[in-house]
């Protein structure tokens, strides 16, 4: 029996996180992650590509019970009293593992859920009552530089499989993200730069140019402010190499926080 199980064909998600202060928000960008909880079919277990597991190599979370991380600083009381309790899925993770070429060697029993899972989880499944684990981020550095994005998205190909099994797989970052000049007001107008490096983003997510996307310093001058660093970008790569030839992409939020941060989501199939 195959480990990962069989429950059919699932969609795959793009989400933007965005600022923790989401976990307990009641705004159009968490009632969006709502509708999509009641509209996905139910997955057998969740995989999460978070931007706030960067390791040096690529892991998955392999717990049967796993912890919820406050990896947050300076936020009101109530978000670290808050508790995910969902289940792990070490199987599947296992499997996943396997699938990577790296079996028991990228378990990992220590990491738990980030908040890169749990406070877009809260909201599109609130019973915590799906099995979720998480898949790190190989952020290994070369002569001072990480991996290359195309070594990301030819990673992610290797996971198309477990779309056919029950698994529904979820980067969740952001695609534009640059806190060194962030606006606190959450409602702030947007940089001229930040709106303007989404809409080119948009643009190339329509037209399914891959290629545009994996080098997106072509995109222009104002990228280097758009993606400062890639932790964020890099879980929407993972997204775009599950897509197969003439799949639709629809965008499941569209919007700005905090006036340099992209909350901008979408969804494969």
Not at 182 to 211: C, M, V, Y
Request: proline residues 6%; contains cysteine; glycine residues 8%.
């Amino acid at each position: 029996m195959n480990a990962i199980g069989n429950s059919g064909r699932m969609p795959a998600l793009f989400i933007g996180h965005g600022s923790p202060m989401n976990i307990v928000a009641d705004n159009s960008y968490t009632r969006s992650l709502q509708k999509l909880g009641q509209e996905l079919p139910r997955p057998e277990a969740v995989m999460v590509i978070s931007a706030h597991w960067l390791t040096g190599g690529t892991y998955v979370t392999c717990t049967q019970h796993p912890r919820t991380i406050h990896d947050f600083y300076g936020f009101p009381q109530e978000l670290y009293r808050m508790r995910y309790p969902s289940p792990g899925s070490p199987e599947k993770a296992k499997a996943v593992a396997a699938l990577l070429g790296q079996e028991e060697r990228a378990c990992d029993y220590d990491w738990g859920l980030d908040h890169a899972s749990w406070a877009v989880l809260k909201h599109m499944y609130p019973q915590a009552d799906i099995p979720v684990f998480e898949m790190s981020l190989d952020y290994s550095f070369n002569e001072w530089r990480p991996k290359p994005v195309s070594y990301h998205y030819e990673l992610g190909q290797k996971l198309r499989t477990l779309r056919e099994q029950g698994v529904l797989i979820i980067g969740s970052g952001n695609m534009v993200h640059n806190l060194r000049v962030i606006d606190f007001d959450t409602d702030a107008q947007p940089f001229d730069w930040a709106a303007s490096n989404d809409a080119k983003l948009k643009a190339r997510l329509i037209e399914g140019n891959h290629k545009a996307l994996v080098n997106y310093e072509s995109i222009g001058k104002e990228a280097d402010l758009a993606v400062p660093t890639l932790d964020h970008y890099l879980p929407m790569i993972y997204i775009l190499a599950l897509q197969d030839r003439d799949e639709p992409l629809t965008f499941t939020y569209e919007g700005m926080q905090n006036a340099s941060v992209s909350m901008r989501g979408f969804r494969i199939g």
